[in-house]
Nanobody, 119 residues
Framework: QVQLAESGGGLVQAGGSLRLSCAAS????????MAWFRQVPGKEREFVAR????????TYADSVKGRFTISSDNAKNTVYLQMTSLKPEDTAVYYC????????????WGQGTQVTVSS
């Protein structure tokens, strides 16, 4: 079983920055991709960013491109999401997700961390 532990959420004013972290732990896993999603009550969970573990290539949703940066520390099985120029519409619960190498779906999810951006 794999556990994902997120940290770093909080309250910030519009234009500010936050950094989220997510550490994977457990037994017998081989990370293929780690990603961040977010969800607002009453809406579907939406993709934010992902990073390919083998080569570090990132992919971003258009809504965060140029403002958010995803990175990883492979030795620590940890992924980060640096969020800058935050907007009130970025307010959501942010979830970390992981899929094993060779898998097409995200097998594991974190518990979520609240990010609130005030105007």
């Amino acid at each position: 079983q794999v556990q994902l532990a997120e940290s770093g959420g909080g309250l910030v004013q519009a234009g500010g920055s936050l950094r989220l972290s997510c550490a994977a732990s457990g037994r017998s896993f081989s990370i293929g991709t780690m990603a961040w999603f977010r969800q607002v009550p009453g809406k579907e969970r939406e993709f934010v960013a992902r990073i390919a573990w083998s080569n570090g290539i990132p992919t971003y949703a258009d809504s965060v491109k140029g403002r958010f940066t995803i990175s990883s520390d492979n030795a620590k099985n940890t992924v980060y999401l640096q969020m800058t120029s935050l907007k009130p519409e970025d307010t959501a619960v942010y979830y970390c997700a992981m899929r094993n190498a060779g898998r097409g779906i995200y097998d594991y999810w974190g518990q979520g961390t609240q990010v609130t951006v005030s105007s």
